[in-house]
């Protein structure tokens, strides 16, 4: 079992930045691909990002360029830096644990989500 836990969010102005972490317990971090979804009040939950083991990263064209996904396996962490924030920014973001390398499909472990909030 992977336990993860996200923080960071807030409520920010358009422009803003802000760094989203997800904290996982459990089986052993590192063998994990981690990834970023986030979900709009009436729409369905959307990918963001991800990162494999080895550090390879995948965006969804609406972040690229704004956010930046890494990891740190010592603290068993995945952070969301996001820049340049937008009121469409808006959004529960959740960090899901997976297997396998492909960043679209079913993901093993969610967390409980943390909510950002762009005001414009």
């Known amino acids: 079992q992977v336990q993860l836990v996200e923080s960071g969010g807030g409520l920010v102005q358009a422009g803003d930045s802000l760094r989203l972490s997800c904290a996982a317990s459990?089986?052993?971090?590192?063998?994990?691909?981690m990834g970023w979804f986030r979900q709009a009040p009436g729409k369905e939950r959307e990918f963001v990002a991800f990162?494999?083991?080895?550090?390879?990263?995948n965006y969804a064209d609406s972040v690229k360029g704004r956010f930046t996904i890494s990891r740190d396996n010592a603290k068993n962490t995945v952070y969301l830096q996001m820049n340049s924030l937008k009121s469409e920014d808006t959004a529960v973001y959740y960090c899901?644990?997976?297997?396998?390398?492909?960043?679209?499909?079913?993901?093993?472990?969610w967390g409980q989500g943390t909510q950002v909030t762009v005001s414009s």
């Open positions: 899901a644990a997976k297997s396998s390398v492909s960043f679209s499909g079913s993901y093993d472990y």
């Open positions: 990162i494999r083991r080895g550090g390879n990263t």
């Open positions: 459990g089986r052993t971090f590192s063998s994990y691909n």
